[in-house]
T-cell receptor, first 110, second 113 residues
Framework: DVKVTQSSRYLVKRTGEKVFLECVQDMDHENMFWYRQDPGLGLRLIYFSYDVKMKEKGDIPEGYSVSREKKERFSLILESASTNQTSMYLC?????????FGEGSWLTVV | KQEVTQIPAALSVPEGENLVLNCSFTDSAIYNLQWFRQDPGKGLTSLLLIQSSQREQTSGRLNASLDKSSGRSTLYIAASQPGDSATYLCAVFIRNAGNMLTFGGGTRLMVKP
């Protein structure tokens, strides 16, 4: 079974803090993705990566950055967390034509 | 830009009913279409993947069809059960530099005992 693991399920951070969300996959997938999901807005792609050290902006990259130093790990970074970044964050990975999701990370910024 | 729409947004049915969830997309040049299930507070679980060259896929009580020319897919759930209650999302994979999925807004299904 494919496993996509998000290290933190629930986080509460203060405005202005630097936040790291970590994601690890165990299937040697080339592609990795970070989405956020908000009521009424659906799933929106923040960043994706199709190789180590490669990254591409998705639909809503503002306020976020990513890091992919190793193939199995894709990190989402909030440089200075703001309350409008309170959301559920979903990591995913996959080969060329399909995708597998992690369990999600609930982030609350107060 | 590809847009994916799911109708209805919410659906409530009694247990045992057969039901159909709809998904439409604007650009027929898709690589494949995937149906996912999401339970509250959880990630997405893939249910069915239909390649662009296929017309349908079946898994147990689930059957998904694809009509690329009309930009539509349906997910048919036979003999619905309370355990089927969840949000169902469809997503299309288009082949470009990013190999990205575009998601619909989902249909929230409630199956009442």
């Amino acid at each position: 079974d494919v496993k996509v693991t998000q290290s933190s399920r629930y986080l509460v951070k203060r405005t202005g803090e630097k936040v790291f969300l970590e994601c690890v996959q165990d299937m040697d997938h080339e592609n990795m993705f970070w989405y956020r999901q908000d009521p009424g807005l659906g799933l929106r792609l923040i960043y994706f990566s199709y190789d180590v050290k490669m990254k591409e902006k998705g639909d809503i990259p503002e306020g976020y950055s990513v890091s992919r130093e190793k193939k199995e790990r894709f990190s989402l970074i909030l440089e200075s967390a703001s309350t409008n970044q309170t959301s559920m964050y979903l990591c995913a990975s996959g080969p060329v034509n399909t995708i597998y999701f992690g369990e999600g990370s609930w982030l609350t910024v107060v | 830009k590809q847009e994916v729409t799911q109708i209805p947004a919410a659906l409530s049915v009694p247990e045992g009913e057969n039901l159909v969830l709809n998904c439409s997309f604007t650009d027929s040049a898709i690589y494949n279409l995937q149906w996912f299930r999401q339970d509250p507070g959880k990630g997405l679980t893939s249910l069915l993947l239909i390649q662009s060259s296929q017309r349908e896929q079946t898994s147990g009580r689930l059957n998904a069809s694809l009509d690329k020319s009309s930009g539509r897919s349906t997910l048919y759930i036979a003999a619905s059960q309370p355990g089927d209650s969840a949000t169902y999302l469809c997503a299309v994979f288009i082949r470009n530099a990013g190999n990205m999925l575009t998601f619909g807004g989902g249909t929230r299904l409630m199956v009442k005992p």
